[in-house]
């Protein structure tokens, strides 16, 4: 039976070709609700060239979408923007289909392609800003190294005004739509996006931002390698990226906590109630209904970060851990906080979190909280007046106070 897959026009010589993963949860660790999408892109040119490929299993859903335009054998040449493998897991596969004259990639991809996959040929490396003669018109190479690995490239077809933007601008958010403008609800899913992959690399997306400035790079239409398609909101993307990259401190606070028995818990939602007195808002988390790249995805835009934990066996919930393993990698920045949590006989764990927080660079606002067993009436005012404490901080560091 032909398979029914379609491609998707996106702009005069480019076909959107890629696959949809529905059912896909997570990614390394980031919870993906609304699955993902693998981007790949036909371009229509007197070589005609596929950008990049899918996850493996998605191989025949590509050839089918680019046969729904050409035969995929008349394809010459395949551009890998980067090889993680959700964007290249399927191109032994597609190779052996389509017997292209050249595959292309960064001079980093290059080597990391042939380390991951048995491709049976040479990938030709391209530099940054080298381009790529598909006969009737061009793409060129930018190298966006850490971006957020070190072989991600983007690629730019002057001709239709298209940037391939790799990993870089991407959702993921499975949808029948193709475009980011046919679609509401994509703000929180393109901050988890950059949250929950780009952060760690956020002091280089100002650059890469710049190199694409330059006078002769038009851009009508910004193509990632996952989610929808920008073109009206495209200036939208832009400059929400160059404000995540600076993560600049807000009156907001995020407090997420561990709890056993509801001591640690009553903790927090005093502090909660003290942080709103004194003029911040907050996002509260309790680990047992709350996942960790929902956090990370509300620190962006705070200023605060407030860890509770009680103590187990001499450490901190492992629901706790998880959550600061996590944001330690991910690295975010500019925030204040502290720990606070209860304890029955030996309570380590509040003094694990400052550290934690310390090795993370959040500056200390205040000493934090231990309340052995259950909190009292004394304990709450503490920590009402430590959610005060932070909030008193937070106006000496927030933007626009
Ligand atoms: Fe979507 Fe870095 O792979």
Known sequence: MRRPFKAVKVSEHVHWVGAIDWGLRDFHGYSTERGSTYNAYLVLADKPTLIDTV??????????????VIDPASIEYIVSNHAEMDHSGSLPRVIEAVRPKKVFASTVGARVLAEHLDLG?????????????????????LEARMLHWPDSMFTHLAADRVLFSSDTFGMHLASTERFVDELTGWRYQAAKYFANILLP??????????????????????????????????????????????????MKAVVFYGTMWQSTAAMARAI??????????????????????????????????????PTLNNNMLPSVADVMTYLKGLKPKNLVGTAFGSYGWS?????????????????????????????????????FNLGLQVAEKLKEVAVGV
């Open 55 to 68: 996850k493996a299993p998605f191989a025949d859903e590509l050839l089918a979408r680019v046969a729904s």
């Open 121 to 141: 040929l040479e990938v030709q490396p391209v530099k940054d800003g080298e381009r790529i003669s598909l006969g009737n018109m061009e793409l060129q190479a």
């Open 201 to 250: 690399y956020a002091a280089l997306v100002p650059k890469q931002l710049a190199k694409l400035e330059p006078a002769g790079l038009g851009i009508d239409i910004i193509a990632p390698d996952h989610g929808p398609v920008w073109r009206h909101d495209r200036h939208e993307i832009l400059g929400l990226y160059a404000a995540w990259a600076e993560q600049k401190p807000t």
């Open 272 to 309: 909660v109630e003290g942080l709103v007195a004194g003029g911040a808002t907050a996002k509260l988390f309790p680990m047992d209904s709350s996942h960790r790249s929902d956090i990370v995805t509300e620190l962006l835009d705070a200023g605060a970060l407030l860890v509770g934990s």
């Open 347 to 383: 309570g380590e764990a509040v003094g694990q979190l400052r550290d934690i927080l310390a090795e993370m660079k959040v500056e200390p606002a205040g000493e934090g909280i231990k309340v052995k067993h259950v909190p009292g009436q004394e304990d709450l005012e503490r920590c």
